[in-house]
């Protein structure tokens, strides 16, 4: 099996191969990038957690997502079917500023992004948005609906952010798997339109 992110799947014998197309799930801390990839996994999640040090503290900032007592510091890992042979691998990138080498690996033959947001902390997913620009990778923004957090109108955040109008924009529930299947539907379909 290989990662084909940006080939047709293979024919050989006249059978097509298993085909793997890797998605990144970006965004700022606490957004909800494990939770994500958590809801919409067939398989148990592989998460590379770590406790919050005494070295994250004053590191990473915590405010709005005080709850939240682990930190990705590699990345999460799920995979799910869409049918024989052909399976999304979905890649939730490290949160942190500290971690940023490791996106440039991540994102090879990729497929495209989901960059998470979450409205009470919007400028944390600016760099993301910036890099998947920069990079030329299709991404999709997706607004992380969280309780208690004020419902902004698409278009108010599309214009904060600056998003191209041809980069789709959806709200969703991180936690809700019809939610996160739409999200990854769109990001498909948006870079299948752009290859
Ligand atoms: N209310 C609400 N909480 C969420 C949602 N998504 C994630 N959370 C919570 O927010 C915290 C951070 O989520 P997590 O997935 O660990 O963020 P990550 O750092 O981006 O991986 C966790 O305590 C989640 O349970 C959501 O859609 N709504
Ligand atoms: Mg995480």
Not at 26 to 50: C, D, N, Q, W
Not at 96 to 104: A, G, L, N, S, V
Not at 156 to 172: F, Y
Request: charged share 25%.
């Amino acid at each position: 099996m290989e990662y084909a992110g940006f080939d047709r799947p293979r024919l050989s014998g006249g059978t097509l191969t298993a085909t793997a197309l890797k998605i990144l799930v970006a965004g700022g801390f606490g957004v909800g990038k494990t939770t994500m990839v958590g809801t919409i996994s067939e398989i148990r999640p592989l998460h590379t957690e770590e406790l919050l040090s005494d070295r994250g503290v004053g590191v990473d900032d915590i405010s709005g997502v005080e709850t939240k007592i682990a930190t990705t510091v590699a990345l999460d890992f799920g995979r799910i079917t869409i049918r024989d042979g052909l399976w999304l691998y979905l890649f939730g990138t490290p949160g942190q500023d500290r971690f940023w080498f490791m996106w440039e690996e991540l994102a090879l033959g990729a497929l495209g992004a989901v960059v998470l947001v979450d409205t009470r902390r919007l400028q944390d997913c600016f760099p993301a948005v910036d890099y998947f620009e920069k990079l030329d990778l299709p991404f999709v923004v997706a607004v992380n609906c969280f309780d208690g957090a004020r419902r902004h109108d698409a278009a108010k955040v599309r214009r904060a952010l600056g998003l191209d109008e041809s980069t789709p924009l959806i709200m969703c529930d991180a936690r809700d798997r019809a939610s996160v299947k739409e999200v990854l539907t769109t990001l498909v379909t948006h870079s299948m339109s752009i290859r």
